[in-house]
């Protein structure tokens, strides 16, 4: 339970991101925050070409009971959404490291994310 | 904080717990709040509701106090009826709404929500001037809600003679003491067990052992499930501001009773409604509606529903407000129409 994946980086608002190439990115949500929210039914997807900056706001994700904010963890322009988690919100629960929300074109500042380690300290201090 | 008997029995099958007003409940177990939502539908689950508060008014004295406060007459019903209604203030407005359970010709035993037991006792005590003689003994019984379509066979090896609807039974049953109202809050046939705080653990496991089909469910599928089922959640569609008028639930103050609580010439100021939204978005409490760009209420109860696959909410809204024209939901700066539903949203 509340697996976390070695290569990704955190935010500690729970959402990680994994780099592709120089400046590509891959975002989403950790194994802990699909089990906080439990049965994911919606994710308020963004748009391509949305900007988004690391730290604030670009997705919310419902689940029975309640809606989530979901932070992004890297700064630039989104190239792909994942349209998949329009019909399927519950992937998301599924394989929380191997299903991505956005794909972003951009770059990452590590001093304001947590590595793997980091990120199970935090878990452990938190929770 | 409070827990239940059944507590340790939650907490060894990793259920996720919260603190419902100052109890330590199960939100859901690991099957999550859908399978738990979609067992009750088709087969059977079983919820620990020992939050729910229990009141004795016991004797002729007692009884009258009740007669004043309780907008259902006790003195229609008969011995094993339970009655849904409210208690009052003298203006109308609801401290609680409650089930009332005829135990005897001189007692009735009124189940209040748990949340609300500590301020029942307050305004009971105020109103009759520190000679309230409700006997609260709440903290030694816990109740368990047995519901789902399976249970209408099942019950029958614990309570062998059926039960219409809103009655109930007291007696031993398999060696407990219980009272088996067919009573719920989930739009399901089904069940509530109330016991001893000893034997509630012995109940869970024979209700559990009865079939494999029933599983433990959490505070979160009973709240998806009651909002399917159009039923209100005290806090939400209810509060001390509002009377039963209000929210569209005056068939349950009996019109010769109006009188005792400012209810008889009153209108109603708001109405409660039902809507779904048919674009991919969760109405949730709080969450504004206009009409014609002006504020006309607001979500009292908001949910996805399992069976539906669409957000439903129920709605407190302006009394004057015309149903036949759009009504908006706006959630996080977007509009969205509404569809208006006859309560409840699953017809059974």
């Not at chain 1, 049965?39 to 989530?68: H, W």
């Not at chain 2, 009153?266 to 504004?288: S, T, W």
Request: glycine fraction near 6%; aromatic fraction near 10%.
């Amino acid at each position: 339970m509340n697996s976390v994946k070695e290569g990704y980086y955190y935010l500690s608002t729970h959402e990680w991101v994994k780099q592709e190439s120089d400046t590509t990115f891959l975002v989403g949500i950790s194994d802990f925050a699909q089990h906080a929210l439990g049965d994911i039914v919606y994710v308020a997807l963004p748009e391509v070409n949305d900007t988004v900056k690391q730290g604030e706001r670009f997705c919310d994700v419902e689940s029975v009971k309640a809606v989530s904010d979901v932070y992004s963890p890297v700064s630039g322009t989104i190239t792909e959404i994942n349209t998949s988690l329009e019909d399927s919100p519950e992937l998301l629960n599924q394989d929380p490291y191997g299903v991505w929300i956005m794909k972003v074109e951009g770059s990452i500042d590590t001093s304001g994310l947590l590595d793997s380690a980091a990120y199970t300290l935090h878990l452990e201090n938190e929770h | 904080m409070k827990t239940t008997a059944l507590t340790p029995w939650h907490e060894s099958h990793h259920a996720k717990m919260i603190d419902f007003f100052n109890t330590l409940l199960p939100v859901h177990y690991e099957t999550g709040i859908i399978a738990e939502h979609e067992a009750v539908r088709t087969h059977a689950g079983i919820f620990d509701v020992s939050h729910m508060g229990q009141l004795f008014f016991k004797g002729e004295a007692a009884l009258n106090q009740a007669r004043s406060v309780l907008s259902q007459d006790i003195d229609a019903m008969v011995k094993n009826q339970v009655k849904y209604g409210f208690i009052l203030r003298e203006d109308g407005t609801m401290v609680d709404d409650v089930l009332c359970m005829k135990t005897c010709d001189d007692e009735v035993l009124v189940i209040v929500n748990g949340a609300n037991i500590d301020k029942v006792m307050t305004y009971l005590d105020q109103r009759f001037n520190g000679s309230a003689l409700v006997e609260n003994e709440s903290d030694d019984y816990s109740v368990i809600a047995f519901q789902g379509p399976l249970t209408q066979t099942l019950i029958h090896s614990i309570v062998p003679t059926p039960l219409d609807y809103y009655t109930f039974v007291h007696g031993t049953f398999n060696g407990v003491e219980m009272f088996v109202s067919r009573t719920g809050y989930t739009g399901e046939h089904g069940y509530e067990l109330i016991m001893a705080n000893k034997d509630a653990l012995t109940v869970w496991e024979m209700l559990l052992n009865l079939s494999k089909d029933v599983i433990p469910c959490g505070l979160g599928a009973r709240d998806s499930l009651r909002l399917e089922a159009g039923m209100p959640l005290y806090g939400h569609e209810l509060n001390d501001d509002l009377t039963p008028l209000d929210v569209n639930l005056g068939i349950f103050v009996p019109k010769h009773r109006r009188h005792l609580f400012g209810l008889e010439e009153r209108k109603p100021r708001f109405k409660r409604i039902g809507f779904v939204l048919n674009d991919k978005a969760i109405p949730r409490e709080g969450y504004v509606l206009t009409q014609h760009s002006k504020n006309v209420g607001f979500v009292s109860s908001g949910t996805f529903s399992v069976t539906l696959k669409r957000g439903i909410a129920m709605a407190i809204i302006n009394a004057d407000v015309n149903l036949e024209e759009t009504i908006e939901c706006v959630i996080r700066n977007k509009s969205y129409s509404i569809e208006i539903i006859k309560l409840p949203f699953i017809k059974k």
